[in-house]
Structures are given as structure tokens and as C-alpha cells.
């Protein structure tokens, strides 16, 4: 049996190039409306610097790049990195951000909180690269236990079904991320529960601390919970 080690550098190169192979327009769909939702949720406007972490191929980052933003990623595939043309990508983990201090106006993360090992880490180097008035996105999965959301597509791919957890790592809440976000100097300013798709979502966002507390301005979010579909 594999130990999580192990399933790790094969969920980055072979299960993630033979997902995108199988399911290529599920993940387009998803992508356009996870940034139709962020751009309707936080204050990005042309010009911001956004910095999207795992951003795989950049399918994304793409539909970003129609608000106008100035779009970069990270990937540690570097086939996903090699195969995102026309973008401002590298290959680099979320855990160490090869970016100085406050350089992004907002960053995001769509499913990788769950597979990274040090997310307190990873949400710490987040808060780093942030501008005081930028903004944290996480979309994760809800699950009923670690690793049910990866079953499908672990079927679709023709992968072992008893890897699902080795690829979760974790299994998060918006409740459970609240303290792992405080210790990082951000606050939930929001989060929703996304049910656009066949598997149910988490959508969070968070501000930095030196800023959270400001009046609200026009299209920035107050504290909620609210329903997608």
C-alpha cells in the first residue's frame, strides 16, 4: 500500500495531466464560475495583481484574465506549468511562495488547501504576499469524510479508489479554517456554500487583519453565509 509520501508526487503528475484528459470541459464550466463568483464577491478590478495557488494548467487564471487583472500562478507540476501558454506561471509550492512581501492585491485557491501538508503554512505565506487591502479565496470540498469528493474522478481515471485519502490530506470546514486563519492575520469576511456543480463546494474569503475592520466599501462582502447554485 501506498504511504501518503508516495501518492503525492503521482496525484501532481499522472492523476492530475490523465484528470484534465477526461474531464477538460467539467473543469472549464467549474472554472467560469468560480470566477464569475469572485469577481462578484471581492473588489478586483483592472490592473490588480492576482495570484492563483495550484493553478494547474491555468484554466482559471484565463477566465481572470477577463476582468481585466494581472494574472500569475504557481503550480508544482511542471508538465501543468509547461502547458500553460501566454501566462505568468512557475513552479513553485504553496508552502514557500517565491513572491516578496505584500505584492498581490488578491490570492486564490481552488482545491489545494486540502492537499497540502503544512496548511497553516500555506495560509501564513498567503497573508505574507497579500497587500493590506487584498484578499485570501479558498474553494475546498465538502465532505463527509477525507477524500469522498475525489472518488469520481479517481474512477474516471482509472486510479485505485483506496488512494482518495492519501490525495486529501485534510478535510476542512469554514468553522474548522477560523483559527488556522486568525493565526495568519486573516479574517473570514465570508464564505458560501457552492452547490453549481455535482460535487458540493466550501467558497471562503478572507481579509488581512490590518484592514478587516475598515467601513465596508461597495462590492466587498460583510460577514454571511449564503447558498450558490
Known amino acids: 500500500m501506498r504511504s501518503r509520501t508516495d ?110 501538508r503544512d496548511h497553516e503554512r500555506m495560509l501564513r505565506e498567503a497573508s505574507r504576499v497579500l497587500r493590506p487591502s487584498g484578499c485570501l479565496v479558498l474553494w475546498y470540498p465538502f465532505e463527509l469524510f477525507r477524500g469522498m469528493t475525489v472518488l469520481p474522478e479517481l474512477l474516471v481515471a482509472g486510479r485505485p479508489i483506496a488512494l482518495a485519502r ?5 478535510r476542512f470546514s469554514p468553522r474548522g479554517l477560523r483559527a488556522p486563519s486568525r493565526r495568519a492575520e486573516l479574517v473570514e469576511r465570508a464564505w458560501r456554500w457552492c452547490v453549481y456543480g455535482p460535487v458540493p463546494e466550501f467558497m471562503s474569503v478572507y481579509f488581512k487583519k490590518s484592514t478587516a475592520h475598515k467601513s465596508k466599501g461597495p462590492g466587498k462582502p460583510g460577514p454571511s453565509r449564503t447558498t450558490e447554485t
Open 166 to 170: 492519501a490525495y486529501h490530506l485534510h
Open 7 to 116: 501518492a503525492e508526487p503521482l496525484y501532481a503528475r499522472r492523476y492530475v495531466r490523465q484528470r484534465h484528459r477526461a474531464l477538460r470541459c467539467y473543469h472549464l464550466w467549474m472554472a467560469r464560475k468560480r470566477a464569475s463568483l469572485l469577481c462578484a464577491l471581492t473588489p478586483i478590478a483592472a490592473g490588480d495583481r492576482v495570484l492563483e495557488i495550484g493553478c494547474d494548467t491555468g484554466v482559471l487564471l484565463r477566465e481572470l484574465l477577463r476582468s481585466g487583472a494581472s494574472v500569475e500562478g504557481v503550480d508544482l507540476n511542471p508538465e501543468a506549468v509547461q502547458s500553460c501558454d501566454g501566462l505568468n506561471v512557475q513552479v513553485a509550492g504553496a508552502e514557500q511562495l517565491p513572491f516578496p512581501d505584500e505584492h498581490f492585491d488578491c490570492v486564490v485557491a481552488s482545491h489545494v488547501i486540502e492537499h497540502v
